[in-house]
């Protein structure tokens, strides 16, 4: 419950955030058109985790997608000692690092990877990378010993289990 309302708040800050970027950047296009996007796909995201239904429709999305990394990791570069898409890292393989973190971060790596042994390897390659432990892993170290429980605090506080 308490994370289900924290959500909700936080897609709500997000959407207005995103509204007021799109006013903001009116005489822009282009920037007008990116922060549109942004919103459309906030939008799609809260209304399509609405049901049952659309958490099934949505995680055979995500088996099927799984599936087809698994066979390009059979028959493509990776087989050979590469990566995703060529012989060297690329954006492919920048955006499935990403995606595979937040999977591990939301608890389903384990279960979209254990049928999957080579993408299972190609997240090992791509977590072990110096750039990945930079990028990603450094900046998650203090959200979650420093922000995360400021805002555990602010939540409970605000629901009054803890006195302010």
């Not at 999305?61 to 898409?85: N, R, V």
Request: net charge positive; with cysteine; aromatic share 10%.
């Amino acid at each position: 419950m308490l994370l289900s309302l924290f959500r909700e708040e936080n897609h709500k800050a997000k959407e207005s955030i995103l509204k007021l970027l799109i006013e903001k950047h009116k005489d822009d296009p282009f920037l007008k058109q990116a922060y549109a996007k942004k919103l459309a796909i906030l939008q799609f995201t809260e209304n399509s985790l609405q049901s049952k239904e659309d958490m099934k429709s949505l995680m055979g999305t995500i088996y099927a997608a799984m599936d087809k990394i698994e066979h390009q990791l059979e028959i493509g570069p990776f087989s050979k000692g590469g990566w995703l898409c060529s012989q060297t890292y690329s954006q492919a393989d920048l955006e499935w690092s990403v995606m595979l973190r937040r999977f591990d971060m939301l608890n389903l790596g384990k279960k979209l990877l254990q049928t999957r042994p080579l993408t299972a390897r190609y997240q090992k390659a791509l977590f072990a990378r110096p750039a990945f432990k930079r990028g990603i892993t450094a900046w998650e170290h203090p959200i979650r010993q420093i922000l995360l429980p400021i805002l555990w605090k602010k939540l409970t506080c605000r629901l009054g289990k803890f006195e302010p």
